[in-house]
């Protein structure tokens, strides 16, 4: 079973950056037949979509967000990271981590994790 | 405001059928398939629906999905309690070259 943890700091102050961790277990990153993506949704709102990585290291960033993010596979090939730059109080949400599979198709989400941006 | 247009609630009683719309365009669901999730209140999405109409394993028979021209739609028939949740559809937009959500659409059981 396909389970994925997203970890990191609850809150940062404005104008740092965020660097969030997703540990995948019953599967591997380095398989190669997967993207990995992350997703956030803020308080009350809609889904917004973050980026998404592959394990050869291409990267497909929603252009929004783009100057910002940086998304990572670590070398156990069990994790992969976010780093978003330069919060502001606009980036406070819950943050996920999914497998992606098939046509853009989340199909495994992680429990979330709620990071608040406040100084 | 979202490229995706979703109402924003909707409501049925036990053992209804309701039907939730999902309007975009030709950069996105005109040319690509759309994916619906559903999140029951303080949990994470889930995969309801893939591929326009095909549902994970798991997911019962009672939920059916298909595309029209710019337009998807969820339908559920034999509305039950446990389908209280947002309902969210997702798709790829080729103009924007990322993935792109609907607002989500609140189902109320009554």
């Known amino acids: 079973q396909v389970q994925l943890q997203e970890s990191g700091p609850g809150q940062v102050k404005p104008s740092q950056t965020l660097s969030l961790t997703c540990t995948v277990s019953?599967?591997?990153?380095?398989?190669?037949?997967?993207?990995w993506s992350w997703i956030r949704q803020p308080p009350g709102k809609g889904l917004e979509w973050i980026g998404y990585?592959?394990?050869?290291?291409?990267?497909y960033y929603n252009s929004s967000l783009k100057s910002r993010i940086s998304i990572s596979v670590g070398r156990s090939k069990k994790q992969f990271s976010l780093k978003l730059s330069s919060m502001t109080a606009a980036d406070t949400a819950m943050y996920y981590c999914?497998?992606?599979?098939?046509?853009?198709?989340?199909?495994?989400w992680g429990q979330g994790t709620l990071v608040i941006v406040s100084s | 405001q979202s490229v995706l247009t979703q109402p924003p609630s909707a409501s049925g009683t036990p053992g209804q059928m309701v039907s939730i719309s999902c309007s975009g365009s030709?950069?996105?669901?005109?040319?690509?398939?759309v994916n619906w999730y559903q999140q029951r209140p303080g949990t994470a999405p889930k995969l309801l629906m893939y591929?326009?109409?095909q549902r994970p394993s798991g997911v019962p028979g009672r939920f059916s999905g298909f595309k029209s021209g710019s337009s998807a739609f969820l339908d559920i028939h034999g509305l039950r309690s446990e389908d209280e949740a947002v309902y969210s559809c997702?798709?790829?937009?080729?103009?924007?070259?990322?993935?792109?959500f609907g607002g989500g659409t609140t189902l109320t059981v009554l």
């Open positions: 999914a497998r992606v599979s098939g046509d853009n198709t989340f199909d495994y």
């Open positions: 019953g599967d591997s990153i380095g398989s190669g037949t997967y993207f």
């Open positions: 997702g798709v790829w937009d080729d103009s924007l070259s990322g993935v792109i």
């Open positions: 990585i592959y394990d050869g290291g291409d990267t």
């Open positions: 030709g950069s996105n669901i005109g040319s690509n398939t």
């Open positions: 591929s326009n109409n």
